[in-house]
């Protein structure tokens, strides 16, 4: 079973940064892909950021270049690093895992661990 517990969330302004964190309890992160979504208000949710069981990951055209998975298997816990915010980055951030193909890294319908989320607001 994984459990997985989100943090890092705020209120920033336009061009600010946050780092979300993801801690993992149960497998270790190399058991399983993990990826980070976000849902807007009114929106369906959407893949931010992944990463496969080999380490490798992939970003949405929408975010590349100003966010940054990584991860610390000692602490098996993955990060978020946002960097250049903007209003349209406002939404729920969601860390989730499962086993799943490279292909699909990115769609959260395929994910069936889930995270509470954290809040992350960008003002203008």
């Known amino acids: 079973q994984v459990q997985l517990k989100e943090s890092g969330g705020g209120s920033v302004q336009t061009g600010g940064s946050l780092r979300l964190s993801c801690i993992v309890s149960g497998p270790p992160l190399s058991a399983y892909s993990f990826g980070w979504f976000r849902q807007a208000e009114g929106k369906a949710r959407e893949g931010v950021a992944a990463i496969d069981r080999d380490g490798t990951p992939s970003y949405s055209d929408t975010i590349k270049g100003r966010f940054t998975l990584s991860k610390d298997t000692a602490a098996n816990t993955l990060y978020l690093q946002m960097n250049s915010l903007e209003p349209g980055d406002t939404a729920m951030y969601y860390c989730?895992?499962?086993?799943?193909?490279?292909?699909?890294?990115?769609?959260?319908?395929?994910?069936?661990?889930w995270g509470q989320g954290t809040q992350v607001t960008v003002s203008s």
């Open positions: 989730a895992a499962d086993h799943v193909e490279w292909w699909k890294l990115l769609r959260p319908s395929v994910y069936n661990y």
